[in-house]
C-alpha cells in the first residue's frame, strides 16, 4: 500500500479491499495458560473464512506450536534449551493442524499447511509468492494455506 484512499487514516479501507490478505498470529493469541484457546482459533478460522468466500486469497501465518505443547509435557514455561523446545513444537505442531483444521472445516474451508525450508526463506528466486508457488495451489483449491 503507497497511500490510504479517500484519505483514509489509517488504511482500513485498503486492507478492505485487498485481494490477497496475509494474518500473522502469535502464541500469546492462539493460546491460554499453556493450552490451545480454540475459541480463539474458531473465532480467527470464522473471519478468515469470511475473507476466503468473498473471493479473498488468503494466508495465516500462525506462531504458537511450542505453547500449544507446553501443557501437554506438563512445562509450566517456555523452555530455553533447544531440544525441549522442539519437542514442545513438534507436539505442538500437530495439535495446531488439528485444531485449526477443524476450525476452518466448520465454515466448509479446508486449511492447509505449506512447510518451508530455510533455503525457501533465503534464495532470493524463492522468497516472493510466484504463480508456482504452494500458495497459488491452496488458493486454486480454495484451501487456506497457513
Do not use: N
Amino acid at each position: 500500500m503507497t497511500g490510504h484512499r479517500d484519505g483514509g487514516a489509517d488504511g482500513r479501507e485498503d486492507i478492505a479491499a485487498a485481494r490477497r490478505v496475509v494474518v500473522k498470529v502469535g502464541s500469546s493469541s492462539l493460546t491460554t495458560d499453556g493450552r490451545i484457546d480454540e475459541g480463539r482459533i474458531a473465532a480467527l478460522a470464522g473471519v478468515l473464512a469470511g475473507r476466503v468466500r468473498g473471493g479473498r486469497q488468503v494466508v495465516l501465518v500462525s506462531s504458537g506450536a511450542i505453547a500449544a505443547g507446553l501443557a501437554p509435557l506438563r512445562l509450566a514455561r517456555r523452555p530455553r534449551d533447544l531440544a525441549t523446545q522442539q519437542a514442545a513444537a513438534s507436539v505442538g505442531q500437530g495439535l495446531l493442524v488439528a485444531v485449526y483444521a477443524a476450525a476452518f472445516a466448520r465454515h466448509g474451508i479446508q486449511a492447509g499447511q505449506i512447510l518451508l525450508t530455510a533455503d525457501d526463506l533465503t534464495c532470493a528466486a524463492r522468497t516472493t509468492v510466484t504463480p508456482s508457488g504452494p500458495w497459488t495451489g491452496c488458493w486454486s483449491w480454495a484451501c487456506c494455506p497457513w
